[in-house]
């Protein structure tokens, strides 16, 4: 611990941001990294504590509490304290395969189980680990590591996301030949083409991904399993195959109206969208233009503020977002203890601009949509709502009543379905034989394997819609077994 003193000298600081009025007219990362000295600052505010809870990474009451992955945050704060930034960055990578990724899009609940954040300000964790990898990179620093010999083991992957790539790096380091197979043109997953490039620039994750070719690791794309190449011809072609393909069926809305023109999955915008701007600057028309119209996005979660924010820079003429829930409370309720992540009102970069353009925050709250009206052509017309209220019945759940007379109609051109993730694709499961129960692929921490001999499954697929970090747990966990699994197996020749 560098600054024994150093909580109570120094108040916390993040990123900086662009103005939401100016990040609204490009499609740039709207913050970045801190001064050296200042992020000496943030890292002297850590206490080094006897139990960090910041890096524990559990899950209480299905809410994440500390880092997934077992950052070593107290050890690489202080040396980003003492300017040791290359001694910072090995221990950095000891835990974290990508935390480029991490440090710019993760939610960092180690901030919500810092102790600091007991009563003050969390330290600026998320901060100073991205600007450990940038620095790393601007310095040249991250190089391609080479694995000295190779095992003689074939190991496929489907699907390029963070719990694909982890998996991949690791797997590589251990000397096997790793082969990623995605459907997509470019490889990344959700980091490519789920997140919107305000928050996560693309160029970030092909430097990743080139790095890792570098390193042996082998991307087959524009290739999907069952169509382009069967299972049977992975299952004989590898020694074993692991299932990284996420939770991509989208939960659709289920009313009349659901079908008009102008109704769109949420993740079918973003993916249209980013595709259209990397491929050509939005030249080729390829996407769905919000411009001049009204927008509503059904669904209170990260997905419907990114499909707020990307309507705002399409130069949408109103955007409102729909969440059945009431508004978090400003600070935390008694139920949402430390050290899980606060679960508390906050006014994410979307809501900011939306606030900055149209004078108002976007979010409707316990709102609930009764029908979907469209004209005489099936064009999305309009949304009927009803305000709810939630109430606690006789035994003990929460239940939403409708409130009469608070119908309304909204005007909309476009509306987006943001309401989450039913599981993995059920076409890719069934190619395989392995198991899905509860709409995830059957497989238990003990060994990620399927029912299928020889295949394994990991990240979104598995554990069903989560956080990236989490996702980067779950590629470095099946690594291992797979890993294990393999050395016991005979050369496939």
């Known amino acids: 611990m560098g600054k024994p003193t150093g909580f109570m000298e120094y108040k916390r600081e993040k990123g900086k941001e662009q103005s939401p009025i100016n990040r609204i007219k490009n499609w740039n990362e709207y ?3 801190l001064t050296d000295e200042a992020l000496r600052k943030q890292g002297a505010r850590c206490m080094d504590c006897g139990t960090p809870f910041c890096h524990m990474g559990i899950e209480i009451r299905n809410t994440t509490a500390g880092c997934p992955i077992n950052n070593l945050i107290p ?12 001694e910072a960055l090995e221990r950095l990578q000891m835990t974290n395969n990508f935390p480029e990724f991490t ?3 993760c939610p960092a609940p180690c901030e919500g189980s810092c102790t600091l954040a007991i009563s003050d300000p969390a330290v600026s964790i998320k901060s100073i680990e991205r600007t450990i990898i940038d620095k790393a990179f601007e310095n040249g620093w991250v190089t391609p590591r080479i694995p000295n010999s190779r095992t003689g083991k074939k190991i496929a992957i489907i699907g390029s996301g963070p719990a694909g790539l982890a998996s991949a790096d690791d797997l590589n380091q251990a000397g096997h030949s790793v082969t990623v197979y995605e459907r997509a043109d470019r490889a990344g997953g959700l980091l490519m083409y789920g997140i919107p490039n305000m928050k996560l620039e693309k160029d970030i994750v092909e430097r990743r991904v080139h790095l890792l070719q570098q390193e042996g690791i082998d991307f087959i794309l524009n290739t999907e399993v069952g169509k382009d190449i069967t299972a049977e011809e992975l299952k004989s072609s590898y020694d074993a195959v692991i299932l990284c393909i996420g939770a991509q069926k989208q939960r659709e809305l289920h009313m009349d109206g659901s079908k008009s023109n102008g109704v769109h999955l949420a993740m079918d915008y973003l993916s249209s969208t980013t595709k259209s701007l990397l491929d050509s600057n939005f030249a080729d028309g390829q996407f769905i233009n919000t411009k001049g119209k009204d927008v509503i996005v059904i ?9 707020v924010a990307t309507a705002i820079r ?8 729909f969440g059945k829930h009431p508004q978090l409370p400003n600070t935390r309720a008694e139920d949402n203890l430390w050290p899980t992540d606060p679960a508390v009102f906050k006014l994410e970069y979307a809501y900011e601009e939306a606030s900055e353009q149209f004078g108002k925050d976007p979010r409707e709250y316990l709102i609930q949509t009764t029908k979907i009206i469209s004209d005489l052509e099936g064009n999305l017309k309009e949304l009927h709502t009803v305000q709810m209220e939630k109430i606690l019945g006789e035994d003990g759940f929460h239940y939403f009543k409708e409130i009469i007379g608070t119908e309304k109609v909204w005007s909309a051109q476009y509306l987006f379905v943001a309401i989450g993730f039913e599981g993995p694709e059920q076409t890719l499961a069934d190619q395989f034989g392995v198991k ?3 709409k995830k692929i059957a497989a238990s ?14 990240g979104d697929a598995r554990k069903g819609q989560s956080l990236i970090v989490w996702a980067i747990k779950e590629g470095q966990d099946v690594a291992k077994k797979v890993d294990e699994y393999v050395m016991k197996q005979p ?3």
């Open 299 to 307: 669904g209170g979660g990260d997905t419907g503020a990114d499909c």
């Open 445 to 458: 921490t003990k060994d990620y394997a399927t029912n299928v001999d020889g295949v394994f499954t990991a």
């Open 314 to 321: 399409q130069k949408c003429r109103s955007v409102v977002q």
């Open 103 to 105: 440090g710019r899009v």
């Open 491 to 493: 050369v496939v020749l």
């Open 75 to 86: 050890e690489w704060n202080d040396l980003v304290y003492k300017g040791k930034w290359q």
């Open 31 to 33: 913050s970045s990294k």
């Open 436 to 438: 899905i129960v509860n």
